[in-house]
């Protein structure tokens, strides 16, 4: 790294840290969520950009350079791993040239991978109920598994002599042939992560987290239980999705902590999905979804850790409650909810992140997403506090508009 790059790797650093604080940095930072945006940028196709490493590296520095992100993302952190889901036969994605056209984003597909009455097996043997039940029916090249003993009775010579006999099945041996390849596609992925990492470094520009969690509600309900496992249990099996949130919280705390410690960089990413305006009412949030999630970024706080949660969809309903929080700790990005409310309830305790409309940035023009980040600037922005970025991910955004919105930020945005 020259030093001059250094010095603005330290600059943007500080800009950010600077604005989670609520101080006011030099000017308003940017930062966004590139994502499917610099293979459309340079014409590659999303299937391209899932499984051709060096493609998706190019492009996705060159748009870093092009456009100057105070802090940028390591594309293989989100795109890069066709060959992981090849590998593992994935039920929980249809992605470009799987499912969904090759120039397509890919798709959550979501299922019922809990049955209601597998609670307290999950409670009992966790390990076991993901290897032995979760994976089969998440990945089809590891359903071989089911036919595994339950691990926990294999802890005698005697107990292996008599009750190993699955490990020499060919549908369980198939199933670890398919470990054994997920985990060198895992690695590959790894070393590639690393170079664009060192490499964005190199030119000056930090990366925006160090690692990324659910909210334990989330990780229930997104991959175990599906959306109406979990709407139903809320009402006929409450105290279970109560312990299961919790059983999940330290889990949670631990996998953020040790990516923090690997990474060296404390921002964790927390996308959050079901408790928005449009899922549960404020009582249920109240009982079921707030109090692991606060407790998760209250821990993730007293470690060093920055907890920064996306609040996808609209959550006007919540500001006052997730108001409940150390002042200058964490940082908030808001898709649809309305931020200059955010702000004049928020704009004390945390540090808020958005949210230029992608229809805006699609269809609109230039002059119409200048007009837009001048008001965030002036009201949201007008104390610190605050970073530009777009509501969701760039996929569909005009190349024009997102320049509008980079440089009108850098000009005007200045304190």
């Known amino acids: 790294m020259t030093k001059a790059n250094e010095e603005l790797y330290q600059e943007r650093e500080r800009r950010v840290l600077d604005a989670i604080a609520l101080k006011k940095p030099d000017r308003v930072p940017i930062m966004v969520f ?10 590659i196709t999303a299937r391209d950009a899932m499984y051709d490493a060096e493609k998706i590296l190019e492009a996705s520095l060159k748009v870093m350079i092009e456009f100057e992100p105070d802090m940028d993302l390591s594309p293989y952190a989100s795109l890069f791993y066709g060959a992981t889901l090849d590998a593992l036969d994935s039920k929980q994605l249809a992605w470009p040239g799987h499912g969904v056209a090759p120039d397509v984003s890919f798709q ?27 994976w089969p029916r998440a990945y089809g090249a590891l359903k071989g598994f089911e036919k595994l003993p339950p691990l926990s009775n294999l802890y005698t010579h005697s107990a292996f002599a008599l009750g190993s006999g699955a490990f020499a099945s060919p549908d369980v041996q198939e199933a670890f042939a398919a470990l054994h390849r997920v985990g060198q596609v895992s690695a590959e992925n790894a070393s590639f992560s690393t170079r664009y990492t060192d490499e964005a470094r190199k030119a000056g520009f930090p990366t925006q987290f160090g690692g990324q969690v659910l909210a334990p509600f989330d990780r229930l309900s997104d991959y175990f239980r599906g959306t109406k496992g979990a709407m139903i249990d809320m009402y006929r099996r409450p105290s279970q999705v109560i312990k299961a949130c919790e059983r999940i919280l330290p889990i ?30 404020e009582e249920q949030f109240k009982k079921f979804y707030w109090p692991t999630l606060r407790e998760l970024m209250i821990e993730l706080i007293n ?20 108001k409940d929080i150390p002042p200058g700790k964490a940082c908030y990005a808001f898709e649809g909810t309305d931020l200059f409310l955010a702000k004049q309830i928020l704009g004390d305790t945390v540090c808020i992140r958005g949210n230029v ?31 530009m970025d777009a509501s969701t991910v760039l996929d569909d955004a005009k190349p024009e508009n997102v320049k509008a919105m980079f440089e009108f930020t850098k000009e005007y945005g200045r304190y």
């Not at 049955?115 to 979760?134: I, L, N, Q, S, V």
């Not at 850790?305 to 500001?319: A, M």
């Not at 949201?380 to 506090?385: N, T």
């Open 34 to 43: 590139f994502h499917f945006f610099p293979a459309r940028y340079f014409r």
């Open 108 to 134: 959550f597909v979501e299922d019922e991978r809990m049955k209601p009455d597998e609670y307290d097996e999950f409670f009992t043997d966790m390990t076991g109920f993901m290897m032995r039940k979760f």
């Open 252 to 281: 949670a705390i631990g996998q953020a902590v040790a990516a923090a410690k690997s990474s060296g960089n404390p921002r964790i990413f927390i996308p959050l999905h079901k408790g928005l305006d449009g899922f549960m009412s």
């Open 303 to 322: 470690e060093g850790l920055i907890p920064c949660p996306l609040w996808e969809g609209v959550c006007t309903s919540r500001l006052e409650m997730i």
């Open 357 to 387: 409309p992608l229809s805006l940035l699609a269809t609109g023009s230039p002059d119409d997403i200048r007009a837009y980040c001048k008001k965030l600037i002036d009201v949201v922005g007008r104390e610190g506090g605050f970073i």
